[in-house]
Every structure is written in structure tokens, then in C-alpha cells.
């Protein structure tokens, strides 16, 4: 085993571990029901896909360009959405991010940020699909 994988299960939690190597959530979703998408400060993006059934949030994938950190706290946002209604989606904070992964480093906390911001985007997109339904046949940028 090489000294930087080594340092890694050594230095976080199993939970952070499930999130960070955790793959099945990883998709581009064609037909959406919300999407967002969200650049950081650092350049990586986070897009988020949500399908809504009777206003709770049935699935969620995304796909990321961005660091370890930003894969475990994406994979944590889809963890604490699935099965949750819209309005409570809108409660998911990077502090629970935070809390669930135990051992996201303080100064990484914009990864939660962005992973976070990606669901608003999409919760918001989700909300102008809704209103204005003639919207979603437009593809998204
Ligand atoms: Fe860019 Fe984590 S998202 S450093």
C-alpha cells in the first residue's frame, strides 16, 4: 500500500472513507426534475440532478471535476436529501456535511459549500420547473 493511501484511512473516518470512494451516485441525469450547478472559488464544479416525486426527493446524482473532499461532502448531500421532502431539503446545512464526514479538515469546508450550493441550485431549479413547466425543455448549459 503507498504512503499517501495509507495516510488517508488512517487520518478520516470510516464515514468520510464510504463518502470519498462511494461511486454509484456519480451520473449525469439527461431529464431532471432540478438542476444546479456550482464553480468554487478554487475552479472545481459540482452539478447536482434531483427527481422529485409528489414533492419529496426521490434520487439524486451528481458529477464533479473537484477534489477528494468535494466527492465525499457531494456524496454526503445526496445521503442526507434522498427521501427528504423539497422544504426540507432546503434545511441540509454544511455543518451536517461536516458533522456526518467527522473528519472533513476545517479549511475544507468550501468543498461542503460547494457540494451544498449545487442542491440550492438545483432545489431552485426544481421550483422553476414547476411554475413555469415549459422551461424544462430547455437542456441545460
Ligand atoms: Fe476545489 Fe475541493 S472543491 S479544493
Redesign the pocket.
Known sequence: MNKKYSELLQNHSLHYLEMAFRTDKCALLESPDGYGKRK?T?G?TVEMFILVRNERIQSVTFISN??L??HACANTVVLLTEGKSVNDAWSITTEQVKNYLETLPEE?M??AE?AAGALYLALVNYREHKYFPWKKLYRRK
Open positions: 468554487g478554487c472545481d473537484g477534489c473532499n468535494t475544507d468550501h468543498c460547494l
